[in-house]
């Protein structure tokens, strides 16, 4: 079932035209996103040392354990850009997949539109300044023996939704391609699956 929901999307997302703007940031964040996927195993490499580093030499560091929630959290909010581009994020939708492409599309750039681009803007609203007294603090770890730079960390928060912005503007840029374009420009198979999806409502 999840391998059908990933197909499905998949196909959506290949199904959006490409513009000009959408191909630049789409292929810079694809190949940022398969850039930072080796974080992952940095973290797994940094658990399974510090874990041996415990059990066998009975010397914990403090040091192995923030750098562990700091790859972590690299990880997972530089990978929010890369969900974006290739439509691999969650989705709970029961009527999504009975929808044409066209209407799906329409769904989505409300969605965009009306939650997501407010949330980017509170997002950065709330983390520059954040960042900025972080910066200006020189802020470190308040453990002994904790990691210096915590400011570096807070700045990945606005580097995260910054790509997310520019993920956000990619998706809408190829939206409105399919939306706003000219009629002889629309798949065949939208306007067939627009047929199916009037009458299978019926």
Known sequence: MQNNNQSSASQDTEALPETRLSRALDGFLLRLGNAFSWVWVVLMLVIIINVAMRYLLGEGR?????????????????????CMVTDSHVRVDLLRERFSLRTQAKIELLGLII??????????WYAIPFFLYSWELGEVST???????????KAVLLLAFGL?????????????????????????????????????WK
């Open 164 to 200: 997310l912005a520019f993920a956000t503007l990619s998706k809408v840029s190829r939206i409105c391609a399919l939306l706003f374009s000219n009629s002889s420009n629309t798949p065949k198979a939208d306007v067939d699956n627009e047929r199916e999806e009037s009458s299978s």
């Open 62 to 82: 403090i040091e192995f354990e923030e750098l562990q929630w700091h790859l972590y959290a690299l990880g997972w909010l530089v990978g929010l850009s890369y």
């Open 143 to 153: 453990a002994p023996g904790g990691l210096p730079y915590r400011w570096a960390m």
């Open 115 to 124: 939650l997501l681009m407010p949330f980017l803007v509170l997002v950065f």
